[in-house]
Nanobody, 116 residues
Framework: QVQLVESGGGLVQPGGSLRLSCAAS????????MAWLRQSPGKGLEWVSNINEGGGAAYYAASVKGRFTISRDNAKNTVDLQMNSLKPEDSAMYYC?????????WGQGTQVTVSS
């Protein structure tokens, strides 16, 4: 079955960096776009970034463009999100997502807290 497992979250000071990782299994990883989304208390789910099958095209929300970088390793079935210059408003639960044959799959999420 499809499984997505996020890791790498934590507490970081404003201006700091974190690298999130999502390990995927149960499907042909290299055949699908992958995405990162986030949700903070009181806010809806926000799309952050996605990357195409081969990793050659990446897209970002305006709120993170220039600070976050998505990448994938199709040999290891992982997709990462490098987050730099973090702001308090980046605090959220971050989820890895894959849409496969019309169904949407999610990991359990990893918490990112940006606070001094």
């Amino acid at each position: 079955q499809v499984q997505l497992v996020e890791s790498g979250g934590g507490l970081v000071q404003p201006g700091g960096s974190l690298r999130l990782s999502c390990a995927a299994s149960g499907f042909t990883f290299s055949s699908y776009y992958m995405a990162w989304l986030r949700q903070s208390p009181g806010k809806g789910l926000e799309w952050v970034s996605n990357i195409n099958e081969g990793g050659g095209a990446a897209y970002y929300a305006a709120s993170v463009k220039g600070r976050f970088t998505i990448s994938r390793d199709n040999a290891k079935n992982t997709v990462d999100l490098q987050m730099n210059s973090l702001k308090p408003e980046d605090s959220a639960m971050y989820y890895c997502n894959a849409r496969i044959l019309g169904a949407s799959y999610w990991g359990q999420g990893t918490q990112v807290t940006v606070s001094s």
